[in-house]
């Protein structure tokens, strides 16, 4: 098959649902390259984490690069971003939302490609010991991130999916999603710390959040960090779906 | 050229920067279509509107359809969601956000077609008399649009642009996009009232924008309208420019 020579070349085929009993409409249009970018956060120690690689490709080889991967014909764009954030770290069922699509001509240089951005919230300690070797990817901390050159617009991206974790972080319960069952009062306000970039007030943040009644205080003391030890606790996520639906909106 | 036979066929050709000094990686990807659509809105009378043509293909012929336009391989995803708008209304520099990439495999019954959904905020009156013929475009109310069944997932688009322009129209002075450069405080009361859905308290509602120190009011009245009719404002751009500069966040 000849390969087309310049950007204006026309007429590529695409894919085309055969035996449909209507006509086909667009047959002269081109097929453009699809991909999907994840920005995986995680939350790790007192700080939220970005999970990238190493850029396997000329000439931007080992340069840092968010985890991404060709849209096929036969998957959605959603599943095409899941199967990025399965690969890589192995855990299904991840929380994920799209941000932006980014579709300027040159954005890669070598190629038309329409990306889809899209961001995970996981848990990191399942995946310290099984991040994908193959891929070579490893968390690095926001702080350092913020300093660090992406390839291509990644970075953008980065931006973009931060921004949105911002806004949604404080009218929905998603903060969650990066912890563990069990956390304690200190982790969860070094999270929102973490994600919104500036400190809480200690008092207000963990009165406010318990007047919510969306949090089960456990028995269970987190032992080594203080002498008298933190009471875990857990979110309880059917107390919120209830509370929700009697039109209850979650605010930090 | 041969034509691509069932949706799982691989290796479609797709655009290539050729002359460029680095590899290409994708050889072995599929090029899939990408288009736009565009929920193009307007505030007439006391109501938002929504721009819609009756749809030109079998067998959805003559249903109600937002209108869009495939992505070209030497064309920006913006350049194209612009000419959409610009076709269809003659309106140059209109304002617009992209909302969404709705990437279904069958979300389009006889191609594998990803869209990406933009809203525009224009003027209604300019294009009363200048709607393209062409189309068939229409103002509709929105109190129809949600009675109505538009092709495809275009009332999806729809809905999640509305819910977009909700929630921006209260944290940024966009709303003015949607109105002439001169209108009366009932006017811009009448515009946010249908926009969010619901009443607002009048007096409330002019204090709140009035303090804000972001209107101009005019010496001229509108005429007409009420015995002693009603004064005119004007939006001052740059002292809501400066005022973002020092720290203002404007807030409905």
Chains 1, 2 share one sequence.
Request: proline content about 5%; hydrophobic content about 35%; some cysteine.
């Amino acid at each position: 098959m000849s390969e087309p020579s310049t950007i204006n070349q026309k007429n590529r085929p695409f894919v085309r649902f055969t035996g449909h009993p209507t006509p086909h409409y667009h047959k002269e249009e081109t097929g453009l390259l699809n991909s999907v970018d994840c920005v995986i956060f995680g939350f790790y120690g007192t700080e939220l984490h970005l999970l990238l690689h190493r850029f396997p490709y000329e000439p931007l080889v080992g340069h840092w690069a968010l985890l991404g991967g060709f849209v096929h014909p036969e998957e959605s764009i959603d599943d095409a971003a899941r199967k990025t954030v399965v690969k890589l770290t192995g855990l299904q069922d991840v929380y994920m939302e799209q941000v932006y699509t980014f579709g300027d001509v040159y954005r890669v240089p070598t190629d038309r490609v329409i990306t889809t951005c899209y961001y995970a919230l996981i848990e990191v300690e399942p995946t310290l010991n099984q991040l994908s070797h193959e891929y070579g990817a490893t968390w690095q901390p926001i702080s350092k991130v913020l300093q660090l050159e992406l390839v291509y617009d990644h970075f953008t991206m980065f931006e973009k999916a931060l921004e949105q974790l911002r806004r949604k972080v404080r009218y929905q319960p998603i903060g969650f999603e990066l912890l563990p069952e069990k956390f304690t009062m200190l982790e969860l306000r070094n999270l929102y710390e973490s994600i919104l970039g500036r400190p809480l007030d200690k008092r207000n943040f963990s009165k406010k959040i318990l007047n919510m009644n969306l949090l089960v205080k456990l028995k269970e003391k987190q032992k080594g960090t203080s002498r008298r030890g933190a009471y875990f606790f857990q979110f309880d996520e059917k107390r919120y779906q209830e509370l929700v639906s009697k039109g209850f909106l979650f605010e930090i």
